[in-house]
C-alpha cells in the first residue's frame, strides 16, 4: 500500500511560482513511478508530468512544457512539481499518483492517488 499526501497549493498571481510536493508512505515508493495529474472546474482531469521510479525518465504535458519540472527524492520519499510562470489556466486540483509501471501512471490509471490539492492562479 502507499498513502499520497499533497501539499504546496495555494492563491498565487499570474506569473508567479509554486512548488507542490507529494509525500509517500510505503515501502513501495521506491519502486514506484510517480506522476501529477489536475483537474480544473468543469473539466476532465488531464496529465500534467510523470517521472520513473529511479528518476531517469520523466515526461510533461505540452501545455506546461517549459514551465514545470518533476523530481524525486527517495531519502524524503517525496515528489515535487515544481511550477513557474503560472497562467489562470493552470488553475486546477492537483493529484499526486504513483503506480509500479510508468505507462501506467502517464494513462491515467496508477493504483494510489491522493487527495489533492487546489492551486489558483490569479490574472
Known amino acids: 500500500q502507499v498513502q499520497l499526501v499533497e501539499s504546496g497549493g495555494g492563491l498565487v498571481q499570474a506569473g508567479g511560482s509554486l512548488r507542490l510536493s507529494c509525500a509517500a508512505s510505503g515501502r513501495t515508493f521506491s519502486n514506484n513511478a510517480m506522476g501529477w495529474f489536475r483537474q480544473a472546474p468543469g473539466k476532465e482531469r488531464e496529465f500534467v508530468a510523470a517521472?520513473?521510479?529511479?528518476?531517469?525518465?520523466?515526461r510533461v504535458a505540452d501545455p506546461v512544457k517549459g514551465r514545470f519540472t518533476i523530481s524525486r527524492d527517495h531519502a524524503k520519499n517525496t515528489v515535487y512539481l515544481q511550477m513557474n510562470s503560472l497562467k489562470s489556466e493552470d488553475t486546477a486540483v492537483y493529484y499526486c499518483v504513483s503506480d509500479f509501471t510508468y505507462s501506467t501512471v502517464i494513462a491515467g490509471y496508477g493504483d494510489y492517488w491522493g487527495k489533492g490539492t487546489l492551486v489558483t492562479v490569479s490574472s
Open positions: 517521472i520513473s521510479y529511479g528518476g531517469g525518465l520523466t
